[in-house]
């Protein structure tokens, strides 16, 4: 008997992202498995799903959509085992490249692979966290670019620029596993996942379902730094070093004593001066391409 699938997809994630021939391929490539699609509406789509969920026996969920909608569908079905793939389809992705997904083929085929990942959650103040979330120097641009009525690279590139440019150190009392720890830092990161959808490599230690997050604090001074920590960035090599702490745990506390900016997820955050987080083991499950 054919596997049954629900595919929710986000009709205005990403932009300009033609998804009738989406549609067509993820139709055309899953063979063995009957596809229903249900499109997002902006309002009240937790609730929709949840009903939707109810009313069937899913063997899995496809989420075509970006970060929003990937955490919105988690919301929706926490209290099941369903697996669920993601594809692609936002400005960002972050969750997507943590799971080894780039694309669209990558999604049919990580569901063809059928290897999933029981993974890990955050929760942020109660508020779930899926990846990566940061205080500082990302978060004002994060803030910056939502605040930009075009979107693109060259929006993005103008964002960067004008955040280099406001870049400062904020103080941060952060206490992990009940040691407490005070420093100041440009930009202080809560990570599950490792990869920024820019494919900058954060976390290059960390592991999705091994029930520890990581906090990362980056302290770069000067050009000098900033071009060092960049290529470490990207090659996947940061480690610990004069500029950049990484510690392991399960519970976190951070006080925020300068106001920087907040983001979880890519969403920015309002006004936070403390965060509460801990680790949520093997919480939800994902169709990954991934080794662990
Ligand atoms: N039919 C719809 N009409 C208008 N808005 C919608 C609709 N469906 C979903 N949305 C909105 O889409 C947003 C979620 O988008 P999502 O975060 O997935 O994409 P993105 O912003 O392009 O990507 P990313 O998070 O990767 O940057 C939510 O604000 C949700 O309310």
């Given at each position: 008997m054919a596997k049954q699938f629900l595919c929710i997809l986000n009709?205005?994630?990403?932009?300009?992202?033609?998804?009738n021939d989406i549609k067509d391929w993820i139709k055309g490539n899953l063979h063995g498995i009957e596809l229903t699609i249900w499109e997002t509406t902006g309002d009240n789509d937790c609730e929709k799903i949840k009903s939707i969920v109810d009313e069937s026996s899913w063997d899995g969920i496809l989420i075509g959509g970006g970060d929003g909608t990937v955490k919105m569908v988690v919301s929706a079905i926490l209290e099941t085992s369903i697996p669920l793939g993601i594809?692609?389809?936002?400005?960002?992705?972050g969750l997507a490249t943590c799971l080894g997904i780039h694309g669209v083929s990558d999604a049919i085929y990580a569901v063809k692979k059928d290897k999933v990942m029981a993974m890990d959650l955050l929760r942020i103040n109660g508020e779930i966290s899926l990846h990566l979330s940061d205080f500082g120097f990302n978060a004002g641009l994060v803030k910056k670019f939502s605040n930009q009525t075009q979107r693109g690279m060259m929006s993005y590139f103008k964002s960067t620029l004008s955040q280099f440019f406001e870049m400062r150190p904020y103080r941060f009392e952060v206490n992990i596993d009940h040691k407490k720890i005070k420093i100041e830092a440009k930009m202080v990161v809560i990570a599950?996942?490792?990869?920024y959808g820019t494919g900058?490599?954060?976390?290059?230690?960390?592991?999705?379902?091994?029930g520890y997050l990581e906090v990362i604090a980056l302290n770069p001074d000067g050009l000098e730094d900033l071009v060092g920590l960049s290529l470490d960035l990207f090659r996947g090599e940061?480690?610990?070093s004069p500029i950049t702490k990484i510690w392991s745990g399960h519970e976190v506390e951070i006080k925020n004593y300068d106001g920087a900016d907040f983001q979880i997820d890519g969403e920015v955050m309002p006004e936070t001066e403390f965060v509460h987080v801990i680790c949520e083991k093997q919480k939800v499950h994902f169709f990954s391409l991934i080794k662990n």
């Amino acid at each position: 008997m054919a596997k049954q699938f629900l595919c929710i997809l986000n009709p205005i994630s990403g932009g300009d992202i033609d998804r009738n021939d989406i549609k067509d391929w993820i139709k055309g490539n899953l063979h063995g498995i009957e596809l229903t699609i249900w499109e997002t509406t902006g309002d009240n789509d937790c609730e929709k799903i949840k009903s939707i969920v109810d009313e069937s026996s899913w063997d899995g969920i496809l989420i075509g959509g970006g970060d929003g909608t990937v955490k919105m569908v988690v919301s929706a079905i926490l209290e099941t085992s369903i697996p669920l793939g993601i594809i692609p389809l936002g400005s960002a992705n972050g969750l997507a490249t943590c799971l080894g997904i780039h694309g669209v083929s990558d999604a049919i085929y990580a569901v063809k692979k059928d290897k999933v990942m029981a993974m890990d959650l955050l929760r942020i103040n109660g508020e779930i966290s899926l990846h990566l979330s940061d205080f500082g120097f990302n978060a004002g641009l994060v803030k910056k670019f939502s605040n930009q009525t075009q979107r693109g690279m060259m929006s993005y590139f103008k964002s960067t620029l004008s955040q280099f440019f406001e870049m400062r150190p904020y103080r941060f009392e952060v206490n992990i596993d009940h040691k407490k720890i005070k420093i100041e830092a440009k930009m202080v990161v809560i990570a599950n996942g490792s990869y920024y959808g820019t494919g900058a490599n954060i976390n290059p230690q960390g592991k999705m379902d091994d029930g520890y997050l990581e906090v990362i604090a980056l302290n770069p001074d000067g050009l000098e730094d900033l071009v060092g920590l960049s290529l470490d960035l990207f090659r996947g090599e940061l480690s610990d070093s004069p500029i950049t702490k990484i510690w392991s745990g399960h519970e976190v506390e951070i006080k925020n004593y300068d106001g920087a900016d907040f983001q979880i997820d890519g969403e920015v955050m309002p006004e936070t001066e403390f965060v509460h987080v801990i680790c949520e083991k093997q919480k939800v499950h994902f169709f990954s391409l991934i080794k662990n």
